[in-house]
C-alpha cells in the first residue's frame, strides 16, 4: 500500500510543480511590466527592476498556488481514472480515504508552506520592496531632472537636463529659479551631476554661469569653472515610509500601535489582512479537494469527465471570488471575518462529501456478459 501511495503522490507532484511554475511565470510577467516603470520613467537600472520584481514573488506564489494545485490535480487524476488505475485500486480493497490520501497530504503539505510565508516571508519581502519603491520615489536625481523635458521639483524651480549619460552626469544642463524675495536666478552648465558635501545633497555643475537679477533690476553675469548647488531645501528628511497592511507581520495586524492616527482608523483593515493571511492557505485544501470530487465523485466514464470538471472549476472560481468579497466586507464589520474561514472549509466539507457518498462498486467498469446458451436436448 505504501509502494501506492508514493506513486499517486509523485503522479500528483509534478504536475503541480509545472503548473506553478507556468502560472508564476505569466503573473511575474504581468508584475515585470508594471515594474518597467522604475526604468522608464524613474531611470532605474536594471538591478531595481529585477529587485522589485523578486520581492513580489512572494505575494504571487500564494496567489497562483491554489489555482495551480487545482489545474495540477485535474490533470493528474483524470490520467489516473481514464487509464483506469485508480479504478484498480478500488477494485484491489482500498478505501476511499487511502486513495484520496496522498492528494490532501500534498495539499496540505502546500497550505503548510503557504502559512509559513503569509506570516514570515511575504511581510519581510513586501516590506523590502515598499522600502526600495520608497528610495526611487525620493531619490533627488529622479525627480529632480528628466532627460529632455523641463522639471518642476519645487515651486519656483525648473530644471531641465538636453540628456543624461550612462554614469548619471547631465548635458546642458539650465536652472532658473525664482527666490521669494522677488528677483530670480538662471544657472547654465555643460555638465553637472548630484552629489553630497558636509552631509548635504548638492548639485555640481561645472563649465557653467550664473546670471541674477535682483529687486531693483540689476542684472549680475557670473561664469564658474564649479558651483555647488544647494539641495538641500527639495530634500524632506522627515518623511518616512508608509507600510500598508499587507506589508505588516501578523502581530501588527492583530494587535497594532491604536495610539497612531493611521492605525486606530484602519483597524478592521489590519485584522481582515490579518485572518486572510490564516484562512487563504486553506484553499490549497479545498482546490484539491473540488478537483477529487470533480474526479472520483462520480461514477467511472470512458468519455471523460468534462461536465463535472466544469462544473468544479466554477465553483472553485466562485469560492474564491467570495473570498475576496468577505475580506472586503470585513474591513466594514468586524464579525464577518468568520466568513473567511467558513468559505474554503464549506468547500471542502461539500467535495469530501461528494466523494466519501460513491459506492466503490461505481468505480467498476461493469461490462454485460453474453447469457450462457441453453442445453439443447439430445
Not at 128 to 145: G, I, K, Q, Y
Not at 157 to 166: C, E, H, N, R
Not at 177 to 184: D, H, L, S, W, Y
Not at 245 to 259: G, K
Request: proline share 4%.
Amino acid at each position: 500500500m505504501r509502494l501506492i501511495d508514493r506513486y499517486l503522490l509523485k503522479q500528483l507532484l509534478g504536475p503541480t510543480l509545472l503548473a506553478t511554475l507556468a502560472l508564476t511565470a505569466v503573473a511575474l510577467l504581468s508584475q515585470s511590466l508594471s515594474a518597467l516603470d522604475l526604468m522608464v520613467s524613474q531611470r532605474q537600472s536594471a538591478v531595481v527592476f529585477l529587485q522589485v520584481t523578486l520581492l513580489a514573488m512572494p505575494q504571487l506564489i500564494n496567489m497562483v498556488l491554489p489555482i495551480a494545485l487545482f489545474v495540477a490535480a485535474l490533470v493528474a487524476l483524470n490520467r489516473l481514472h481514464t487509464e483506469q488505475e485508480i479504478v484498480v485500486c478500488f477494485a484491489g480493497g482500498m478505501s476511499r480515504w487511502r486513495v484520496i490520501s496522498p492528494a490532501i497530504r500534498l495539499a496540505s503539505t502546500i497550505a503548510f508552506i503557504a502559512l509559513l510565508s503569509n506570516l514570515y516571508l511575504q511581510p519581510a519581502a513586501s516590506r523590502a520592496m515598499r522600502d526600495e519603491l520608497f528610495r526611487v520615489r525620493t531619490d533627488l536625481a529622479s525627480t529632480l531632472v528628466r532627460e529632455g523635458e523641463f522639471t518642476e521639483p519645487a515651486p519656483g524651480l525648473t530644471v531641465y537636463a538636453q540628456s543624461i549619460d550612462q554614469h548619471g552626469d547631465f548635458r546642458n544642463l539650465f536652472i532658473h529659479q525664482v527666490k521669494p524675495t522677488g528677483g530670480t536666478t538662471t544657472y547654465m552648465a555643460d555638465r553637472g551631476h548630484i552629489a553630497k558635501r558636509l552631509g548635504r545633497p548638492v548639485l555640481i555643475l561645472r563649465d557653467g554661469s550664473t546670471q541674477e537679477i535682483n529687486q531693483k533690476g540689476v542684472l549680475n553675469y557670473l561664469t564658474f569653472d564649479e558651483y555647488a548647488f544647494d539641495l538641500a531645501p527639495l530634500a524632506n528628511p522627515d518623511e518616512m515610509v508608509h507600510y500598508k497592511p499587507s506589508d505588516r507581520y501578523l502581530h501588527e495586524l492583530f494587535y497594532p500601535d491604536l495610539t497612531q492616527a493611521w492605525e486606530q482608523k484602519n483597524r478592521k483593515s489590519l485584522l481582515a489582512e490579518g485572518n486572510a493571511r490564516l484562512a487563504t492557505p486553506l484553499y490549497n485544501i479545498a482546490f484539491m479537494a473540488l478537483a477529487l470530487s470533480a474526479i472520483i465523485g462520480g461514477g467511472f466514464s470512458r468519455l471523460g469527465y468534462g461536465r463535472r470538471i466544469a462544473a468544479m472549476a466554477g465553483a472553485a472560481a466562485v469560492v474564491r471570488i467570495l473570498g475576496f468579497v468577505a475580506q472586503a466586507a470585513c474591513e466594514s464589520a468586524v464579525w464577518l471575518n468568520i466568513l473567511q474561514y467558513a468559505l474554503p472549509l464549506g468547500a471542502v466539507a461539500f467535495a469530501l462529501r461528494s466523494v466519501f457518498r460513491q459506492r466503490a462498486g461505481r468505480f467498476i467498469d461493469r461490462r454485460r456478459t453474453p447469457l450462457a446458451a441453453a442445453p439443447v436436448a439430445a
